[in-house]
């Protein structure tokens, strides 16, 4: 019931008290306005103490509603200080996590490595050129039988100048942001991480992204064990159609 209606319940409580007693004086009883003051102090004890009690319950319902509409704005102002606070987290998280791409982007454009040629020759390969590379050097020594570890110990030897590594740590940072800075304590949830993890995957350059997995598969960094071993990104990899064990 609204207050309006509490407050009419009220008037027509007032006026069916009084009505009561003028009709049970005045027909059922045929009585005068009495003119003694003792009378008019019953009346107004007849008129105090069934009004009383009745408005008095009124006025505690009323009360018991002011303070669950007093609740419920309160609830609503939390919710909205709450989505206020989580909006602000998202913008400034996203200001870092684009600067972070960025970052990325500037790093892979400088990725370059020295790599035997036809005649066994040093040639410097860069960027996209050097990935296809070293892929096409796994490749050949999937085909020859060689093993995971012989493939990290290549690895790791022409990567005298960490910038494999330096790769695979700049996509794990990323990795790391948005778990760390997408919290459910803050207020986000595995769906919005999802959305992030998806966006640095589409953001990734192609030839970058394979490099990383490349990296996870057989590099033993903490880096690439810390993107291993987050599933909800595993999980976006895994629906992207990418793998863990590309080569």
Known sequence: MKIRGYILSAIVLIFAVYLIYFVNIFIGVSGDVSKDTSAWGQFGDYTGGVLNPLLSFIT??????????????????????????????????????????????????????NMPDENNNPELLTGTKAVIALEEVIESMKESGKSNQEITDYLDKLDEHDQIFGISRAFYILVMVVNEKLKDTDGFSSGDRSVHYKTLVNFTDFAQLRLVMMCVQFMDYESTKYIRSTHEFTDVVTMLGLSYEMY
């Open 60 to 113: 505690i319902v009323l009360l018991i509603k002011s303070l669950t509409l007093q609740y419920e704005a309160n609830s609503n102002l939390k919710k909205e200080i709450r989505i206020s606070e989580k909006t602000e987290k998202l913008r400034s998280f996203e200001v870092l996590f684009f600067n972070l791409l960025d970052a990325q982007k500037g790093l892979f454009e400088s990725f370059k490595i």
